[in-house]
């Protein structure tokens, strides 16, 4: 266990800071003010957004990822990522504590949870190398109400991103 | 009716109020008797009302049946299954084992049993409060579930009945430890009999948690009425889980100072080694609390060195204690038998060992069914990374369901039936009936808990939600790949839910109609030729190399689960610093 902290690459490690949940939500916003966005047609049809298909999908203006659970939505969700890139995932959360718990859609056994609290903000790094959509689900009760909460997460082949993001 | 229960509470004593057990052979005195029924008694209504709850938490789990909705109070009903079985029956029923434990095997009078009445009435009082108040949750609130996380919307008053609840124990536990007191009092340098010595292990492991247990729900009632702004998430997880984790050790403990015992008269299990199992039972005090830590290992704001050292230097130690038991007490079993040459070969100690006795198959169930799936599967999730593939997955479910519902349910069921036979010295209605409960319950959860295990960490399945394979409501994703699985896990614990009902009818039954038990019926109790071996050969001079062939079995399992596991994590992306 210790060992595989220094040479393994599946490790639940990364900063963590103590915000105020207004403050992590405004994190959020400033990020999305300056993000991208792209649509899911686009990116499964390996092509550029047209203008008006814009709306949904962030795509991250750097290396930087800000997912917000919320009851019973995740903000921050969809975003398009590029497979092989090394991301911040900052997990945070408006209310109550969430899960973050992850696959992506053609591998489900290729899972993991992490927790998220609402006074935390984690930074955990991660580098998708299978292109796909990741879905996102809660799995720490959160209200009634949980059961609807999911978001997905586009992973792109590095050679399509900056067509189907818009770049 | 009145006249029937209180009937139940009689048996022949002496004028000083002790009768000796015709079975075990120990001094009973009435005051202990009492109550371990009465403890006992109001643990099989929690039973009861958790296993209700247990049929509608598992027909909404399978989708096919989806019995009760998101917002019909699908999260109410799990909140009752989790406390009225996970907390009421295991600790109503560890009251029981402590009067056990102490007064009964000491053959010594209960002493202040006013307070055992005291403790009683506030833990009756707090669990009805619990139950109260997860019921009548109104719109706005939120229901607990078993952790009640903060913020979440908890009712202050199931805060307050959870303190209510913890003191009560802490009473009811007070005249066990003043058992001890006058026992030593006047001789301290006797041993305590190893049945005792593992019930005052669980006795102050119970102290930490019931600790940790007030601080908590006392930090988050002070919260939740406003006497202080804000509560950290964090902090709230580490004091709960004190009590949270240590709840369960409080059940692991008393189950296998239940294993000790049982083995023993019914199996004819002799101890291969006092002071390895004295030890086994010492290293638990002093480590299985860290060991709590598992829950906190995918949480932010916590150390790398802090998770690894609680989880695997401190949480080995309790491991290390869990494997001596788990060799000691069937290598006693093979030595016991083995001694009066009760089969040969290598397992003929265990195929010639009583099974048609539904004590001691509850018992050995109990043993194989917690260490092989609870045990394996508790390490492997308390591995830091591994963690990450666990937490809060229907694994975690199965995990401990392996170790709660089948082992120290099953071992608890055992001891319910040895108690209807000795102390309340009765029949059961239906000999056939009492056997199909450790079979029917071990055969229908434990294969329920390996496909929980199996969607958990091989589908992600999610716990705690009232839909989410066949259909996640609002999104076209759905995990339902998983949904096969399902036509085993709903089956199968409805099954054991089942089987739940038939434990009940027999014990109750068993109570209301059976037959007063005979000197012939105790002796069908106890192994072939009585309860002590007939001397002979010393211990160490006995083979106990079946036992040791389990032990290889039960490493190679080990062994192909922990490399599998590893072998699935490294298969994921890159995650983490």
Redesign the interface.
């Known amino acids: 266990m210790s060992g595989f902290t220094r040479f393994g690459d599946q490790n639940p490690v990364g900063e963590t800071y103590e915000v105020d949940p207004a403050g992590f939500e405004a994190s959020l916003d400033a990020y999305r003010d300056e993000a991208g966005r792209t649509s899911a047609d686009a990116i499964n049809e390996g092509r550029p957004p047209e203008e008006d298909e814009r709306q949904r999908i962030i795509v991250p203006p750097g290396d930087s990822v800000y997912v917000m659970g919320r009851q019973f939505t995740w903000g921050g969700l969809p975003v398009a990522l590029e497979a092989g890139r090394e991301y911040d995932i900052h997990l945070g959360a408006r209310d109550v504590q969430h899960g973050f718990s992850i696959r992506p859609e053609q591998s489900l056994s290729q899972q993991i949870n992490l927790q998220i609290f609402p006074d935390t903000e984690w930074v955990v790094p991660m580098t998708f190398e299978d292109p796909d959509e990741y879905h996102v689900i809660c799995n720490e009760f959160c209200g009634a109400g949980h059961a609807t909460m999911s978001g997905s997460l586009f992973v792109v082949d590095a050679d399509e991103y900056d067509t189907v993001v818009g770049n | 009716m009145l006249a029937t229960l209180s009937g139940l509470f009689e048996n022949d004593y002496d004028d000083e109020g002790f009768r000796t057990c015709s079975v075990t052979g120990l001094e009973i005195h009435r005051s202990a008797e009492v109550h371990v029924k009465l403890f006992g008694l109001t643990a099989v209504i929690a039973l009861i009302v958790g296993g209700v709850f247990a049929l509608t938490v598992a027909l909404t789990r399978w989708e096919v049946i989806g019995l009760v909705g ?2 019909d109070g ?2 109410r009903h799990l909140s009752m299954h989790a406390w009225n079985i996970l907390i009421f029956w295991m600790v109503f029923m560890e009251i029981a084992i402590l009067y056990v434990g102490g007064s009964m095997v000491l053959g010594r009078r209960l002493p202040f049993t006013s307070l055992a009445k005291v403790g009683y009435v506030l833990m009756l009082a707090g669990a009805l409060g619990i139950n109260y108040f997860i019921w009548t949750l109104s719109g706005g609130s ?2 607990p ?1 078993l952790t009640a ?1 903060v ?2 919307d908890v009712p202050p008053g199931f805060y307050a009945s959870s303190i209510v609840f913890l003191l009560g124990a802490t009473v009811a536990a007070l005249p066990f430890l003043l058992t001890l007191w006058y026992e030593k009092r006047g001789n301290w340098s006797a041993t305590l009999p190893l049945v005792t010595f593992g019930a005052f292990a669980t006795f102050i492991i119970a102290v930490q948690a019931i600790l940790g247990g007030l601080v908590a729900f006392s930090y988050a009632l002070v919260w939740q009425v406003g006497l202080i702004d ?1 509560i ?3 902090i709230y997880r580490q004091l709960y889980w004190i009590i949270g984790h240590g709840s369960q050790q409080i059940n692991l403990l008393a189950m296998i100072t239940v294993w000790y015992f049982l083995t023993h008269v019914v199996g004819g299990a002799v101890v291969v080694s006092e002071k390895i199992s004295r030890s086994a039972f010492i290293l638990y005090l002093f480590f299985i609390n860290l060991g709590a830590a598992h829950h ?6 916590l150390s ?1 060195e802090w998770r ?1 050292f609680n ?2 230097y401190a949480f080995y130690g309790a491991a290390l204690a869990s494997m001596i038991h788990a060799f000691a007490i069937p290598a006693g079993l093979e030595a016991g038998r083995r001694q009066r040459g009760l089969g040969g070969g290598l397992f003929g100690w265990l195929t010639s060992a009583p099974w048609r006795n539904p004590i001691f198959a509850s018992t050995i169930f109990s043993i194989i069914m917690f260490g092989f799936l609870g045990g394996i599967s508790g390490v492997l999730m308390g ?3 591994l ?7 229907y694994a975690t479910v199965g995990h401990f369901h392996a170790t709660v519902a089948l082992g120290t349910t099953l071992a608890f069921m055992g001891l319910v039936f040895f108690v209807i036979k000795t102390m309340f010295q009765r029949n059961f209605i239906s000999d056939r009936l009492a056997l199909l409960v450790p079979y029917g319950y071990s055969a229908a959860m434990g294969i329920a808990v390996l496909v929980m295990m199996y969607v958990g ?4 399945v ?7 394979v066949s259909n ?4 076209d ?1 759905s ?1 339902s ?2 949904e096969p699985l399902f036509w085993l896990i709903g089956p199968m614990t409805v099954l054991a839910v089942l089987v739940g009902v038939v434990f009940v009818l027999v014990a109750v039954g068993s109570l209301l109609l059976g037959s007063r038990t005979d000197s012939d019926d105790d002796r069908e109790l106890l192994p072939d030729g009585g309860l002590r071996p007939d001397g002979g050969e010393s211990v160490h001079a006995v083979e106990m190399r079946g036992t040791f062939t389990l032990c290889l079995i039960f490493m190679a399992t080990f062994v192909a689960m922990y490399v599998l596991n590893w072998f ?10």
């Open positions: 998101e917002f699908y999260y939120d229901a579930l996380y913020p979440l804000s950290n998430t964090g906190l290992m995918v949480d932010p704001g790398v690894i989880t695997s591995q830091l990374q963690n990450m593939t666990w937490h809060n997955t960490i091989l589908f992600g999610p716990r705690r939600t009232s839909e989410v996640i409501p609002g999104s994703f995990l790949a998983a699935l994590l490294t298969q994921l992306w890159e995650i983490g610093a």
